[in-house]
């Protein structure tokens, strides 16, 4: 069975600085394409960031220039620095991924199917 934890969430005021880890267990990252989404209660879940399995990456519009994916096979983990964070950044962040073939597959999309979801990691940004 394929389980990812996310972990790394906290309460840090504005314009401060986090990083998630997504940690795999009983696969590794090196054949997956990951992602990382947030939702915030009564909004629809958001594409955060995507790394692909040949480390291409893409991020929403309202991130990009302050977050930053990463992966590091050989600690099977997938990292997403958050910087200069806004309150509207507030939310849970979930990582999830597939298995693929295709190397340059970097998924934004919360509706495509992925083999699996973590059960989130709550950033919550406040002064």
């Known amino acids: 069975q394929l389980q990812v934890a996310e972990s790394g969430g906290a309460l840090v005021q504005p314009g401060g600085s986090l990083r998630l880890s997504c940690t795999a267990s009983?696969?590794?990252?090196?054949?997956?394409?990951v992602s990382w989404f947030r939702q915030v209660p009564g909004k629809e879940r958001e594409g955060v960031s995507c790394?692909?399995?040949?480390?291409?990456?893409n991020y929403g519009d309202s991130v990009k220039g302050r977050f930053t994916i990463s992966r590091d096979n050989g600690k099977n983990i997938v990292y997403l620095q958050l910087a200069s964070l806004k309150p509207e950044d507030t939310g849970r962040y979930y990582c999830?991924?597939?298995?693929?073939?295709?190397?340059?597959?970097?998924?934004?999309?919360?509706?495509?199917?992925?083999?699996?979801w973590g059960k989130g990691t709550l950033v919550t940004v406040s002064s």
């Open positions: 009983g696969f590794t990252f090196e054949t997956h394409a």
């Open positions: 999830s991924g597939r298995n693929t073939t295709i190397e340059r597959l970097c998924i934004m999309n919360p509706d495509f199917f992925m083999d699996y």
């Open positions: 790394i692909s399995r040949n480390d291409r990456t």
